[in-house]
């Protein structure tokens, strides 16, 4: 079957110094996928290739089956992208925030039905700048799946929210996969990846250091718990150096 999401050896330099390296990821329709790193690891660089907003120096990338620099209209209908910093008029609601997002689509999903599933159906008529950090990520979540896209890209889906809110928005998420939506997540919360991504890619400076399931990434490490081998991944250079 085609993958939903092909990178095949992605590269990607800034003024000569190397953002990304010979990156491979492939992501299946209805799959959680997982991209770890610390700051500055090349997790945005990646993503913005895979969407068609940077052009990368080498290696191919393949979403629903087209090339994103030559199909970014198609793929806008298709695909959903949340992002933590949204531009947004200054006193806008946030009904008009999810109707002025909704006219931009051919097909849409009810923003009622996404508002209410999110907790936010109280807040139609709050100016989006009065909503709490929480309240607001969550909007941003609601935003990205107004399209009813295929795939969606979600960056640091629960910072900010409180942990009823988060055990909430992991729900919806789990519910939208069985449905076949292909998920793609940025997080620096180990729980968070370990409850909801099928696949992960840690990358770091750039290269991908560990590409697996969770469970793979614990047994090839050290650690039992996933946290921790995540740290002694990302860390491994200071570890060696410590050893010395
Ligand atoms: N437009 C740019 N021009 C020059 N260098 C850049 C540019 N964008 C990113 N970089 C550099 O490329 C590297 C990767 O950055 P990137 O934003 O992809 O990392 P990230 O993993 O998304 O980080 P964060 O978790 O902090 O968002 C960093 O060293 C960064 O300084």
């Excluded at 923003?111 to 969550?138: H, I, T």
Aim: glycine residues 8%; proline residues 2%.
């Amino acid at each position: 079957m085609e993958a939903t999401i092909e990178v095949t050896q992605l590269s990607k330099s800034y003024a000569g110094v190397a953002a990304v390296e010979n990156v491979d990821i492939s992501i299946g329709r209805g799959e959680v996928f997982g991209l770890l790193g610390a700051n500055g690891a090349g997790k945005s660089t990646l993503i913005e290739c895979i969407l068609g907003t940077k052009r990368q120096d080498q290696g191919t990338v393949t979403i629903l089956g087209m090339n994103p620099q030559t199909n970014r209209k198609s793929l806008f209908e298709r695909v959903g992208v949340q992002f933590q910093e949204s531009g947004y008029q200054d006193k806008i609601t946030v009904g008009e925030l999810c109707e002025v997002t909704q006219s931009l689509y051919r097909n849409s999903l009810d923003y009622n039905a996404l508002l209410k599933q999110f907790g936010l159906l109280d807040k139609l008529k709050s100016p989006v700048n009065e909503l709490s950090g929480g309240q607001k990520q969550r909007l941003f979540i609601v935003l990205a799946l107004v399209p009813d896209p295929e795939v969606v890209f979600l960056d640091e889906l629960t910072t900010g929210l409180d942990p009823k809110a988060r055990r909430d928005v992991w729900k919806s998420l789990s519910e939208l996969k069985a449905k076949g939506l292909t998920i793609f997540l940025v997080s620096h919360f180990m729980d968070e990846v370990e409850m909801l991504c099928d696949k992960i890619c840690i990358l770091k400076q750039g290269r991908s250091i560990f590409y697996g399931t969770v469970q793979e990434a614990i047994a090839a490490s050290p650690y039992e718990k996933f946290e921790d081998a995540y740290l002694w991944y990302t860390n491994e250079e200071e570890q060696d150096d410590a050893r010395i």
